[in-house]
C-alpha cells in the first residue's frame, strides 16, 4: 500500500516515486534479461540517446516480474482499486545512451499516433523501475512537468476529447517548471497517464537503464474520452479520498 503522503502526492502532482520497490535480486535477474535484448539487437555504435526495446511481456517474464513478484502491484492498486489492473501486454526497456546533450523544449503525453482501431493509446498509469542509479540531473534521467495531469484533464474538458488527435501527443498547455526524476536502481515511478514528461539528456557517463510498463484498468478503452476529461474516472479509490 501507498501511505497517505504517497497518494496524496500522486494526486497533487501526478506522480511518486517509491525507493526501492523492486528487490537487488529481481533488478538483477530483469538487467540479464534487457543484456540479452540488447545483444541480440545492438543500438549502433553511433547511437546515441534514447534507444528502445518493446518487447512481448510473455517473452520477458523476468521484466514482467517487476511489476508482478513485486510489491508494486499493490502499491499502483492502492490508487487503481484491488483487481482492477490488467496484465500489460508489452514491456518498454528505455535506453538513454550517452553522449547525448539534449534538454527537452517541453512536454509530451504518450499514445500518438492512435492504434491501429483509431483509439489514442491512452492508459492509467506508467510504472517505471529505475534499473541504474541516476542519482544527479542530466543522466538519462526522465523529465516530468509537476500538475500537468490535472492541466492536462481541463484542456480536454475546454476542448474536447477528440482534441487529442489534434495536439498530437503535444497540447499546447501552460508548463510548470520541469523536474528529472532521481533515484537508484530499484526504485519504482508510478505516473498517471496525463502527466506530461519527456526524455532528457544524458550528458553522464553511464547508460540509463528503465523499465516501463503501460498499466490499465479493465475497461480502460472503452472509455478513453471520459478519462481524458476526468483524471481519477479509473481511480475510484482517489475519488473516494477526494470526496471525503
Ligand atoms: O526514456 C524515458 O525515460 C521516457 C520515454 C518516453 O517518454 C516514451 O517512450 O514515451
Ligand atoms: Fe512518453
Known amino acids: 500500500m501507498l501511505d497517505h503522503g504517497q497518494i496524496q502526492e500522486f494526486v497533487e502532482r501526478g506522480f511518486v516515486v517509491i525507493p526501492q520497490a523492486v528487490s537487488a535480486d529481481l533488478v538483477s535477474r530483469a538487467s540479464v534479461q534487457i543484456d540479452d535484448l540488447i545483444a541480440e539487437h545492438p543500438p549502433g555504435e553511433a547511437v546515441c540517446g534514447p534507444h528502445f526495446y518493446f518487447p512481448d511481456s510473455t517473452a520477458v517474464p523476468e521484466l514482467l516480474a517487476l511489476m508482478t513478484q513485486t510489491g508494486a502491484w499493490s502499491l499502483m492498486e492502492s490508487l487503481t482499486g484491488e483487481g482492477s489492473l490488467e496484465i500489460p501486454a508489452q514491456v518498454q526497456v528505455a535506453l538513454n545512451i550517452p553522449p547525448f546533450s539534449h534538454r527537452p523544449g517541453g512536454h509530451h503525453i504518450d499514445g500518438f499516433p492512435p492504434e491501429p482501431d483509431g483509439r489514442p493509446g491512452t492508459f492509467t498509469m506508467l510504472a517505471g523501475v529505475l534499473m541504474s542509479d541516476q542519482l544527479a540531473d542530466d543522466a538519462g534521467n526522465l523529465w516530468v512537468w509537476p500538475g500537468t495531469h490535472t492541466t492536462h484533464a481541463e484542456y480536454f474538458r475546454e476542448h474536447g476529447p477528440d482534441a487529442f488527435f489534434r495536439a498530437g501527443g503535444y497540447p499546447p ?72
Not at 186 to 192: E, F, I, S
Not at 205 to 211: H, L, P
Open 173 to 244: 498547455i501552460q508548463l510548470p517548471e520541469a523536474e528529472q526524476i532521481r533515484g537508484k536502481a530499484g526504485d519504482l515511478v508510478l505516473a498517471h497517464y496525463l502527466l506530461g514528461h519527456n526524455i532528457g539528456g544524458n550528458t553522464a557517463a553511464g547508460t540509463r537503464r528503465a523499465a516501463y510498463f503501460r498499466m490499465k484498468c479493465s475497461g480502460h478503452d472503452a472509455h478513453w474520452r471520459e478519462f481524458l476529461q476526468d483524471l481519477w474516472f479509473d481511480y475510484p479509490p482517489v475519488r473516494t479520498l477526494l470526496s471525503t
